[in-house]
C-alpha cells in the first residue's frame, strides 16, 4: 500500500510538474523579446484585417498573436482563440480578464477540427503548421469554416538549422504551399519579411479575389 502510495505521489508529482513546464513554455513564447524578430505589428499590416471581422487564431498557444489580432478586428469583431491545449487557453483566458478584453473567445479544438462557431474572414496560423497531422485533409475540412472570400495566412519557421530542421519543427514554404493547393487553395500572396519563418496567405480556390491590396507576392 505505502509503495502504491508513493508510486501515485511520483506520478502527481510528474504530471503537475509537466503541467508547469507547458505553462512556462507558453510564458516564453510570449516574452515580449520576441517581437524583434517575429514583428507581429508588420505581420498585421499585412493582413489587413478590417474592423468588425472574424479571425480564427489556429494554435493560439499562450496568445502571442491573440491580442495584436483582437486589436486589429476592434470591438465589433472577434477573435477565436484556438487550440487543442487547455493550458494555453487558460493562460488566455486569465489574460481575457486581466486586460478586460471582450472580444477574444478562446475554442477548445480537436485535432481534426477548429471547431469554431460560425464561419470567419481569416484563420490565421503561426508555428502550428507542422504540428499538425494529415494537413491536406484537416485544410478541406477546414473550408467549411471560411466565408466565400476567407483567407488562411500560415507562418511557419523554415526547416535548417537545430530547433527547425533537426527537430522537425518547421516546413518548406513549398511543401505548404503545394499542399495547401492539394486542399483546394491557391496562394494570393507571400513575404519574406521574417528572417525565421515564411508567410504566405491562401484563399479557396475558385474564390472572388481579395478586396484588399494584396499581390501574388510581395517581398516587402
Given at each position: 500500500?505505502i509503495a502504491m502510495?508513493?508510486?501515485?505521489?511520483?506520478?502527481?508529482l510528474?504530471?503537475?510538474?509537466?503541467a508547469?513546464?507547458?505553462?512556462?513554455?507558453?510564458?516564453?513564447?510570449?516574452?515580449?523579446?520576441?517581437?524583434?524578430?517575429?514583428?507581429p505589428k508588420?505581420?498585421?499590416?499585412?493582413?489587413?484585417?478590417?474592423?468588425?471581422?472574424?479571425?480564427?487564431?489556429?494554435?493560439?498557444?499562450?496568445g502571442?498573436?491573440?491580442?495584436?489580432l483582437?486589436?486589429?478586428?476592434?470591438?465589433?469583431?472577434?477573435v477565436?482563440?484556438?487550440?487543442?491545449?487547455?493550458?494555453?487557453?487558460?493562460?488566455?483566458?486569465?489574460?481575457?480578464?486581466?486586460?478586460?478584453?471582450?472580444?477574444?473567445?478562446?475554442?477548445?479544438?480537436?485535432?481534426?477540427?477548429?471547431?469554431?462557431?460560425?464561419p470567419v474572414?481569416?484563420?490565421?496560423?503561426?508555428?502550428?503548421?507542422h504540428?499538425m497531422?494529415?494537413?491536406?485533409?484537416?485544410?478541406?475540412?477546414?473550408a467549411?469554416?471560411l466565408?466565400?472570400?476567407?483567407?488562411v495566412?500560415i507562418?511557419?519557421?523554415?526547416?535548417?538549422?537545430?530547433?527547425?530542421g533537426?527537430?522537425?519543427h518547421?516546413?518548406?514554404?513549398?511543401?505548404?504551399?503545394?499542399?495547401?493547393?492539394?486542399?483546394?487553395?491557391?496562394?494570393?500572396?507571400?513575404?519574406?519579411?521574417?528572417?525565421?519563418?515564411?508567410?504566405?496567405i491562401?484563399?479557396?480556390s475558385?474564390a472572388?479575389?481579395?478586396?484588399?491590396?494584396?499581390?501574388a507576392?510581395?517581398?516587402?
Open positions: 500500500m502510495l508513493r508510486t501515485c505521489t511520483a506520478s502527481l510528474f504530471c503537475l510538474g509537466l508547469s513546464c507547458i505553462e512556462m513554455a507558453y510564458q516564453h513564447m510570449n516574452d515580449p523579446s520576441r517581437d524583434a524578430w517575429q514583428k508588420d505581420v498585421i499590416e499585412k493582413l489587413a484585417i478590417a474592423p468588425g471581422s472574424r479571425v480564427g487564431d489556429l494554435g493560439a498557444g499562450g502571442y498573436f491573440t491580442w495584436y483582437a486589436e486589429a478586428v476592434g470591438p465589433e469583431g472577434a477565436y482563440a484556438v487550440d487543442i491545449d487547455e493550458t494555453g487557453l487558460g493562460i488566455i483566458k486569465k489574460e481575457m480578464n486581466a486586460r478586460g478584453i471582450r472580444n477574444v473567445i478562446p475554442i477548445h479544438a480537436e485535432p481534426g477540427d477548429a471547431k469554431l462557431p460560425e474572414d481569416l484563420v490565421f496560423s503561426c508555428d502550428t503548421y504540428h497531422k494529415d494537413r491536406i485533409a484537416y485544410f478541406e475540412s477546414l467549411r469554416y466565408k466565400v472570400d476567407g483567407r495566412a507562418l511557419d519557421f523554415h526547416p535548417h538549422g537545430f530547433f527547425s533537426l527537430l522537425g518547421g516546413t518548406a514554404a513549398e511543401e505548404v504551399e503545394r499542399e495547401m493547393e492539394a486542399a483546394g487553395y491557391q496562394k494570393v500572396a507571400a513575404f519574406d519579411m521574417i528572417e525565421r519563418q515564411h508567410f504566405q491562401f484563399t479557396r475558385g472572388k479575389p481579395p478586396s484588399h491590396p494584396l499581390r507576392t510581395d517581398h516587402s
